[in-house]
């Protein structure tokens, strides 16, 4: 039989079929296999389903003699060494499909409560209580409606960002390694440009690419210094895509207005600067934190694997 290692904890109930089909190992500690138990445990097995911040590298890789399969709980795969596994004869898959509406959402969340110090007021009321200043003119924030939102990375969680900033009245730029064809930039109402233009143009600054070596640090302080002063800029991408330093120095010295964060660069918590700001909303990495949208990624992962190992469903394979 077939041996599948699952590396963390998940719902259980969600893995039956592809435990009907194989014997699958799971973690019983709280925290999932760590990276050296799995380094030990991996010769025996065809495949691995591992979360997005769990290393599939070289030195792994090379211990995985029989694995014919990494289905990764994630869109994202800067985890992986695609590349290597590939040349391995080793197939990658991720789970597009049930991630994109979450995160998208997430972002647009982002993005109001940032403009509309939602989470500032709600923190204000908390803590100051009666002494909170409130008035017509406290707590103003910014309109999105009829503002500008430039898109860095169409794909598809920025494309479903798009529809909704529509809905919301926002004009949507983007930009993108390629342009989209002309049907879809109409379908859509999204307009291209370059990265300089879309630094300069945008009311909010979206990043919705994957993390790889050319998009490591895209938003740093040349690029901080090219957007507005009134700019929100939100990240539900990757942390490393933006550098968080010089993040922190544009927003010390108003170079833009604020931000919007559900990925830090520097792993699970932001700089404790960020932390002290107010016009900074900060969430920790929640883009799929859904019950249901972490039931369909299961459901993904799995069909990843039967797919690969016995072609019965179709994969969403990574190349
Ligand atoms: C989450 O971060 C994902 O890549 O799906």
Do not use: W
């Not at 390694?177 to 109409?186: A, Q, S």
């Not at 370059?194 to 993390?211: C, G, H, Q, R, Y």
């Not at 895209?218 to 539900?236: D, F």
């Amino acid at each position: 039989m077939k041996k599948i290692l699952v590396t963390y904890k998940m719902f259980r109930d969600d893995f039956k079929e592809l435990e009907s089909l194989y014997d699958v190992t799971f973690p019983t500690e709280k925290k999932g296999f760590t990276y050296d138990e799995v380094c030990e445990m991996i010769p025996a097995y065809d495949a691995i389903c591992s979360m997005f911040d769990f290393p599939i590298d070289k030195n792994l890789l090379d211990k995985a003699t029989k694995l014919k399969v990494v289905s990764n709980y994630a869109v994202g795969y800067n985890n992986i060494d695609v590349a290597y596994a590939t040349e391995k004869g080793i197939i990658v898959t991720n789970t597009p499909d049930p991630v994109t509406a979450p995160t998208a959402n997430l972002a647009l969340g982002l993005m109001l409560d940032a403009a509309r110090r939602i989470t500032e007021c709600d923190r204000k009321l908390r803590t100051q209580g009666t002494s909170m200043r409130i008035g017509v003119l406290e707590n103003l924030g910014v309109s999105i409606t009829n503002q500008t939102v430039g898109i860095f990375g169409m794909g598809r969680i920025g494309k479903a960002l798009a529809k909704r900033a529509n809905a919301c009245g926002m004009k949507v730029i983007y930009h993108n390694r390629r342009p989209l064809n002309i049907e879809e930039e109409t379908t859509l109402h999204v307009t291209y440009v370059s990265k300089e233009a879309l630094l300069a143009t945008a009311d909010f600054v979206s990043i919705n690419a994957p993390l790889t070596p050319e998009t490591h640090h895209t938003i740093g302080e040349a690029e901080l210094k090219q957007m507005k002063p009134s700019a929100i800029l939100i990240n539900t991408a990757r942390g490393p895509l933006v550098d968080e330093h010089a993040l922190v120095q544009a927003l010390q010295d108003k170079t833009i207005r604020g931000a919007g964060l559900d990925v830090f660069e520097f792993g699970n918590y932001p700089l404790p600067e960020l932390m002290e700001m107010d016009n900074v909303v900060l969430t920790p990495h929640i883009g799929t934190q859904t019950m249901d949208t972490r039931i369909e990624m299961v459901h993904a992962v799995c069909h990843n694997v039967i797919g690969a190992l016995d072609g019965t469903y179709p994969i969403t394979q990574v190349i």
